[in-house]
């Protein structure tokens, strides 16, 4: 190594069958009064009113926001942020998918270092005071939110998603139960464990890889391939979503600190103009990206392909990673992720902001990460390719 590396991940994580009940205990070593954001559906299924149960054993008073609803935006997190301070609360829970986990590490900065979440866009305003604490609890093995320094909030004013990234917007405490994950529907769990593979797989492949976020990337692959089939026939066996949600956290702190590359550059402003779900609009271009980024990024690639297979060592590299392409092909195409086109996004509708997603994704910053970097034509070529690609025999050059 030439140069040192950074790693961040949360003070506490834990992780594993009944982890939730751990929720009360943590939070009475860092507040006394907790807002849980949430969303109806955590409600619904009571994980609300468990969550409140155990810190209730704590003697914790307690204030729910449940506004979350589908992708996180700036409005969700000035609505809870002001009922944070109404309340005089001191510690933040967060519980459900990503969108709550994101929706809380903005509250949590901006609770202690004030200012709009899109000042903190591209470090323009760095938070540099300490963030309320935050407890992350996913419910989907996926995002890998609960483990990561980055937050993705959309301004309602002009449909951008802002990519965040700063040490402060990482939770203070992970706890991480695959009981959570057994509520999730197909449809869930297919997108959530692409979308987790996704993070894994460029993570390894980006320029910022280490040797860290390297061993990580490399077993959430190996978990996340050998049990997303299982637990999407099979949405009780509890062994496979124990797997998946290892996998999903290990991929979630690989990314966190190797970063995403060109899949989620261009997910991003799909995601902010027809409000895809973050885990699926990933998931819709995962494949063709591989195609476009393969020739630059083939032994890494060919490692990928190793571990979908047992009988994968005589294999070329060549071959290897082609196969790894294939696979996650296959994949995509098994847990029945749809294309663009399928999912209902009317081409016309679709063409008329081209150009503005692919503006969008350069400026993420994350295309300057994968192995390939794309320029604006490539991109916009891309977007196009994914509207109605086929998960089978599709080629990009």
Same mark, same amino acid.
């Given at each position: 190594?030439?140069?040192?590396?950074?790693?961040?991940?949360?003070?506490?994580?834990?992780?594993?069958?009944?982890?939730?009940?751990?929720?009360?205990?943590?939070?009475?070593?860092?507040?006394?009064?907790?807002?849980?954001?949430?969303?109806?559906?955590?409600?619904?299924?009571?994980?609300?009113?468990?969550?409140?149960?155990?810190?209730?054993?704590?003697?914790?008073?307690?204030?729910?926001?449940?506004?979350?609803?589908?992708?996180p935006t700036d409005q969700y997190v000035e609505e809870a942020?002001?009922?944070?301070?109404?309340?005089?609360?001191?510690?933040?829970?967060?519980?459900?998918?990503?969108?709550?986990?994101?929706?809380?590490?903005?509250?949590?900065?901006?609770?202690?270092?004030?200012?709009?979440?899109?000042?903190?866009?591209?470090?323009?305003?760095?938070?540099?005071?300490?963030?309320?604490?935050?407890?992350?609890?996913?419910?989907?093995?996926?995002?890998?939110?609960?483990?990561?320094?980055?937050?993705?909030?959309?301004?309602?004013?002009?449909?951008?998603?802002?990519?965040?990234?700063? +040490?402060?917007?990482?939770?203070?405490?992970?706890?991480?139960?695959?009981?959570?994950?057994?509520?999730?529907?197909?449809?869930?769990?297919?997108?959530?464990?692409?979308?987790?593979?996704?993070?894994?797989?460029?993570?390894?492949?980006?320029?910022?890889?280490?040797?860290?976020?390297?061993?990580?990337?490399?077993?959430?692959?190996?978990?996340?391939?050998?049990?997303?089939?299982?637990?999407?026939?099979?949405?009780?066996?509890?062994?496979?979503?124990?797997a998946m949600s290892i996998g999903s956290m290990y991929a979630?702190?690989?990314?966190?600190?190797?970063?995403?590359?060109?899949?989620?550059?261009?997910?991003?402003?799909?995601?902010?103009?027809?409000?895809?779900?973050?885990?699926?609009?990933?998931?819709?271009?995962?494949?063709?990206?591989?195609?476009?980024?393969?020739?630059?990024?083939?032994?890494?690639?060919?490692?990928?392909?190793?571990?979908?297979?047992?009988?994968?060592?005589?294999?070329?590299?060549?071959?290897?990673?082609?196969?790894?392409?294939?696979?996650?092909?296959?994949?995509?195409?098994?847990?029945?992720?749809?294309?663009?086109?399928?999912?209902?996004?009317?081409?016309?509708?679709?063409?008329?902001?081209?150009?503005?997603?692919?503006?969008?994704?350069?400026?993420?910053?994350? +295309?300057?990460?994968? +192995?390939?970097?794309?320029?604006?034509?490539?991109?916009?070529?891309?977007?196009?390719?994914?509207?109605?690609?086929?998960?089978?025999?599709?080629?990009?050059?």
């Amino acid at each position: 190594m030439d140069k040192y590396e950074v790693f961040r991940s949360p003070q506490v994580t834990i992780y594993g069958r009944e982890a939730f009940n751990q929720v009360g205990k943590e939070t009475s070593l860092r507040g006394k009064k907790a807002l849980i954001v949430s969303d109806k559906i955590m409600v619904s299924l009571g994980y609300v009113e468990t969550c409140i149960d155990y810190l209730r054993k704590e003697n914790i008073q307690i204030e729910t926001y449940t506004g979350v609803n589908s992708e996180p935006t700036d409005q969700y997190v000035e609505e809870a942020l002001s009922l944070f301070k109404e309340k005089n609360c001191d510690v933040i829970i967060s519980l459900g998918g990503g969108s709550c986990i994101d929706t809380a590490k903005a509250i949590a900065v901006l609770a202690t270092n004030g200012g709009y979440i899109g000042d903190y866009m591209g470090v323009a305003k760095y938070a540099g005071n300490s963030p309320v604490p935050h407890i992350a609890i996913p419910t989907t093995a996926g995002t890998g939110s609960e483990v990561t320094d980055a937050t993705i909030i959309t301004n309602v004013s002009n449909d951008e998603k802002m990519m965040i990234k700063q +040490p402060a917007f990482m939770p203070a405490v992970a706890i991480v139960d695959p009981l959570l994950s057994m509520s999730s529907p197909k449809k869930v769990t297919a997108a959530t464990g692409i979308d987790a593979l996704s993070h894994a797989v460029e993570a390894y492949l980006s320029k910022k890889a280490q040797p860290m976020t390297d061993i990580l990337a490399l077993s959430a692959i190996k978990l996340i391939v050998s049990n997303i089939k299982t637990v999407y026939k099979n949405p009780d066996d509890l062994e496979a979503r124990e797997a998946m949600s290892i996998g999903s956290m290990y991929a979630g702190m690989a990314f966190s600190n190797a970063s995403v590359c060109l899949v989620h550059g261009m997910s991003r402003p799909i995601g902010a103009m027809f409000h895809v779900p973050h885990g699926e609009s990933n998931a819709m271009l995962f494949p063709a990206v591989l195609e476009f980024s393969k020739d630059k990024c083939k032994e890494r690639l060919a490692t990928i392909g190793k571990l979908f297979t047992t009988h994968a060592d005589k294999m070329e590299i060549h071959e290897a990673s082609n196969f790894a392409v294939e696979q996650i092909k296959n994949l995509c195409m098994h847990l029945n992720i749809p294309n663009l086109k399928d999912w209902g996004i009317k081409q016309d509708d679709f063409e008329n902001v081209i150009e503005k997603m692919a503006t969008d994704a350069l400026k993420s910053g994350s +295309p300057n990460n994968n +192995p390939r970097i794309p320029n604006q034509q490539e991109i916009e070529e891309l977007y196009r390719i994914c509207y109605d690609y086929q998960f089978s025999g599709s080629t990009v050059s």
